[in-house]
């Protein structure tokens, strides 16, 4: 499902990739004194700039490397898994460790497009498109952060069968922690890129009111009818071709990695008859209600090393994200870069180097143990 979308700012959830929001109000961006910055206007729905990268704090800058291996796009996609009566797709390349990809929101397995083929040298890569995205099926269901955890979690018993490492990006990410968390004995590392989720406000409290009569059967279902019209109406927007190719334009540094495959990956899953109905779900009942699922309670159950690869010119989830789960967590490795939200696709000659490196660095035991 191409979920791509916009909410205002005070709704800010961190769960869906900033490109998501352009795709349906793009912000303007301009370049001064070698930083991008946004207008106040275009804050609540700004995009990615990647401009080089800088890799373990050196001075190291370069472009996304021409001619980078990938995956071959096929419209029919590659595997499929049934899970509780749903189609999961997914793809699985080389031999060894298993290493697991897990996607951001609004995106699909393809993102990984040129970290597969390289991962896959040395690992078994697993690549996973979550319930209600991409070639995965789009079920009408109630969707929470708990249904994708299951999914992976019931992926790597049921596919995967051995300890592996999930690697996941915005939402993907998000999820590979949880997922960690729900099956610990199998996950032998996480690796995070530009991560969605919150830390707890210890400060704050959860007030809940009574809902009136007139608020319940009146002014609930006017808010419902009003929702689903605006809501029908940037799904439609959304999910054009040229907006999307337009807008990935605006927010990749080298444009030449915004290809036709990449937007048919975005706008294919978006003709699927239930994909306006997932959409309408998740953006009223999943990303309005996440604050009960906190960064510091998961880590703080958390039990395996931790990788973080950040793009620090994010203007979403920025390295100060990055530099806290460091200190809440201390078994941590960080690799900053001078890129955006989506490091994996702006910059993956980078990205697959620096998984490539720690993952060299896990235990051999753990990469290579049975269950």
Known sequence: ?????????????????????????????????????????????????????????????????????????KPEGYNFWTWRGHKIHYVVQGEGSPVVLIHGFGASAFHWRYNIP????????????????????????????????????????????????????????????????????????????NSAGQFGNPNGETKKSEETILQKFILKPLKEVFQRVVLGFLFWQAKQPARIESVLKSVYVNTSNVDKYLVESITMPAADPNAGEVYYRLMTRFMMNQSKYTLDS??????????????????????????????????????????????????????NKALLDWLSTLPAEAAFQTL
């Open 118 to 193: 390289e991962l896959a040298k040395k690992y078994k890569v697993y690549a996973i498109d979550l319930l209600g995205f991409g070639w995965s099926e789009k079920a009408i269901i109630e969707y929470d952060a708990l249904v994708w955890r299951d999914q992976v979690v019931d992926f790597l018993k049921e596919i995967v069968k051995e300890p592996a490492v999930l690697v996941g990006n915005s939402l993907g990410g998000f999820t590979a922690l949880v997922s960690a968390v729900g099956l610990p004995e199998q996950v032998v590392g996480v690796a995070l890129l």
């Open 298 to 351: 998961i880590l703080s159950k958390l039990s395996c090393p931790l990788l973080l690869v950040w793009g620090d010119l994010d203007p979403w989830v920025g390295p100060a994200k990055a530099n806290r789960i460091k200190e809440f967590y201390p078994t941590t490795s960080l690799v900053n870069l001078k890129a955006g939200h989506c490091p994996h696709d702006e910059v993956p000659e980078l990205v």
């Open 1 to 73: 499902m191409s979920s791509f979308c916009a909410v205002p700012s005070s709704v800010r959830t961190e769960l869906f990739i900033p490109i998501a929001r352009n795709l349906v109000f793009p912000a303007r961006a301009f370049h001064h004194r070698g930083k991008c910055e946004m207008n106040r206007r275009g804050f609540a729905f700004r995009g990615v700039v990647a401009s080089g990268v800088s890799v373990m704090g050196s001075s190291l800058t370069a472009e996304p490397v021409q001619g980078v291996e990938k995956l071959p796009f």
